[in-house]
DNA sequence: CTGAAAGCGCTAACAC
DNA sequence: GTGTTAGCGCTTTCAG
């Protein structure tokens, strides 16, 4: 019988091939392996046992099916690509996986039609709730999510309403440190690119940033004040635009990780010296930045431990889905290195 | 607000109300959503319209117990922080987004044993197919999950044994030009960083490099080749190494993207230029590459393109489980810019 | 062509 | 404490 595909499935054992090599029903199976009700020590024996040599493991559509849940956590990233988001990723999976909760895994792309889409298919598939990085454009739609019992919780950015925890870093006082960072080094004309207007992200960091300009009794010039996109090539335009000015800056603070590396080719293509000719402070502390020539003075945010935060918070809420809802604000912390001209290390 | 529009939903709707609504049997309903089988043109619009007037989607646990399948592909990356997997992932979403088809995420972390309980998990989900990257340690579970009727598509390493698509670049080659590249240059001492043993992609890249030397008649020097794990702290400690020699090489070729921020920090550290006092090659085109100073001679693999068609593979066989296996070996470029020491940008 | 009905594998009443 | 049984929402025979 060697001729056709050996199509000889190894079967997919049920509950009820379980129970009867056992020897009890499936409802002490389900008991058994659930572990939710008291069963004999001596059958839970048998059942553990049965399971294991049919390499027995539980269907989970038919348990979504009938539990109206799933175990399955949606997560809806605006940017995969964007290592601060991986990071963000890695955390949450590390606190799903030992919760024993699957990760489906979307990506928005920044685009509120994508994300609205996503959310519908993750309501169709019953998942217990959604960790997102909200457009916020989709409120009327998470409302009735929430409404219809899944968990939101948002992270990075603010949610237009109350109605999902929240986990973020204090982007507002991290841009305000950076950038009074660079006025204590004595700089005077201290450039910002910006991110877009709509997530609180970049409005926070902007408002941080001018913060520590006017705290310093600067001048506020808005033509050292580039709004971009978060992107690589916005943020090597903004710089070129930047550099472009009849009085350029003297030191410039780039709002994200990405911008900071188009910035970053900007600059040497002008042959311009980090930090003489040009002072640098970024917004996310990645792994190439100490490996850059001058090592990148940058704001951390802990990305993994917001993804982590975001997945305890959910997990936590679906044991208690009344609890109010929940703001957690991480700390950031800025790293100085020589990109903005500090002298220590 | 007395009237139900598609927006404004209180509760899930099932077919059976769908069915309801437009006057027709749950069969119908099913029919005309699945689309595979004619149906009254009349009803067919009755049905639609009913469908979109609840905000109906189909429960997907209900349709995947039934069907013994999911719409839904399971991926099991090594390291969600490596942007080339990241990039990769992308591509697969891509795809399987427009295939209507959800991404079930698992980060192995390189673990074999975390692997094959992913791999279980994915199998209790019912998930239509897989593609991973392979730690080459459970072949016999993936076997199982073959025979069981799970289709497996591999990416950038190649599985031990032949029950799999698979999608990768050609390394030996890559690795051979890049090698080639530092010879043509005029470099006689030229040392490797390579991967951990386990991966073919590291080995692949030791043979093209091996080959490049021994091609070029110049000596392959045990000292100059230093193995590491694909990963950046590995890549600084063999950089040091490297640099520690008696007799340290002029130019070094790193396997891996991670390796080579290592690398770069070692080299920063004693204040060694690139190129002239030390050139470089690295592995994977990213992002940073041309924001270093100097911009970094690397191959580039296109990760998003590997992931699109591994998705494309997987659905593919999906359609015809039978047709035989395919091993799509896609194309790399040698990003030649100043690192490497070369004239040219 | 359309409807009735039988499960897919699992959990949770409800009996005993 | 354990077994019996009724569905969860969907697809697919099988009749008509």
């Not at 009938?66 to 963000?88: A, H, L, Q, Y």
């Not at 408002?207 to 090539?233: C, K």
Request: proline share 5%; hydrophobic share 40%.
């Amino acid at each position: 019988m060697a001729t056709k595909t050996g199509k000889s499935s190894e079967k997919k054992s049920s509950i009820f091939e379980v129970a009867e090599l056992s020897g009890v029903s499936i409802a002490t199976v389900s008991r058994v392996l659930g572990g939710k009700a008291y069963v004999n020590p001596e059958l839970v024996l048998r059942v553990k046992k049965a399971a294991a040599e049919l390499g027995y493991r539980p269907n989970r559509s038919a348990s979504s099916l009938r539990m109206r849940v799933s175990k399955t956590i949606g997560v809806i990233i605006s940017d995969i690509e964007n290592p601060f988001f991986t990071s963000v990723i890695r955390g949450i999976e590390k606190i799903l996986y030992d919760a024993e909760y699957s990760l489906l895994f979307c990506n928005s792309n920044e685009d509120p039609e994508r994300e609205r889409s996503h959310l519908s298919i993750l309501r169709s598939e019953d998942v217990a709730g959604i960790i997102l990085t909200p457009t916020n454009q989709n409120s009327a739609f998470c409302r009735d999510l929430v409404n219809s019992g899944t968990q939101l919780v948002a992270i990075d950015r603010i949610p237009e309403m109350e109605l999902m925890d929240v986990v973020t870093t204090n982007n507002r006082k991290s841009a305000f440190d950076a950038a009074s960072h660079l006025v204590e080094l004595g700089y005077q004309r201290i450039g910002l690119i910006a991110g877009p207007k709509q997530p609180s992200t970049s409005r926070e960091r902007f408002e941080g940033f001018r913060d520590a300009v006017l705290t310093n009794n600067l001048p506020l010039d808005p033509d050292l004040i580039v709004y971009s996109d978060f992107r690589q090539a916005g943020g090597y335009q903004a710089m070129k635009t930047l550099l472009d000015l009849k009085n350029p800056p003297e030191a410039v603070m780039i709002s994200n990780n990405l911008m900071t590396l188009g910035g970053l080719q900007a600059i040497h293509e002008r042959n311009l010296h980090i930090p003489d000719q040009i002072a640098l402070v970024g917004f996310d502390d990645m792994p190439w930045a100490t490996s850059l020539q001058p090592p990148l003075t940058a704001v951390a945010q802990p990305a993994f431990d917001m993804g982590t935060t975001a997945a305890e918070l959910l997990l936590d809420r679906l044991t208690d889905p009344t609890r109010s809802y929940r703001k957690v604000e991480l700390d950031t912390k800025l790293m100085v290195r020589t990109s903005s001209g500090a002298k220590s290390a």
